[in-house]
């Protein structure tokens, strides 16, 4: 059972990337997937999920309007696209699996689990 993350990199701000979770050993269709995202010397928070049972997607304020998550299980890959990327938006993001995907997103960091080793995202100003 494995997440791994990928396309992080450095981008201007009002830049975009777009990242991808790839799941290997389970199935999407069984699993909420979240995305929380860590800065240096700050601690983790939540940034995203989407509900493996109806799709319900659910975003902090902070990132509402210009992140988008989705999910395609026939590539077994959840995607977390991220527009308008501000310079505090620079972070290693992560993403997990669970169960519970709803707007408390700060509980994705306890609740969630089989994080993988992360992708580094860097927004210059």
């Known amino acids: 059972v494995q997440l791994v993350e990928s396309g992080g990199g450095l981008v201007q701000a009002g830049g975009s990337l777009r990242l991808s979770c790839v799941a290997s050993?389970?199935?999407?269709?069984?699993?909420?997937i979240g995305w929380v995202r860590q800065a240096l010397g700050r601690e983790r928070e939540g940034v995203s999920c989407?509900?493996?049972?109806?799709?319900?997607?659910y975003y902090a304020d902070s990132m509402k309007a210009r992140f988008t998550i989705s999910r395609d299980s026939a590539k077994h890959a959840v995607f977390l696209q991220m527009d308008n990327l501000r310079p505090e938006d620079t972070a290693v993001y992560y993403c997990?699996?669970?169960?519970?995907?709803?707007?408390?997103?700060?509980?994705?960091?306890?609740?969630?689990?089989?994080w993988g080793l992360g992708t580094q995202v860097t927004v210059s100003s």
């Open positions: 997990g699996k669970g169960l519970g995907c709803n707007r408390y997103l700060h509980l994705l960091i306890t609740d969630f689990h089989t």
């Open positions: 050993g389970f199935s999407l269709d069984d699993y909420d």
């Open positions: 989407i509900s493996s049972s109806d799709g319900s997607t």
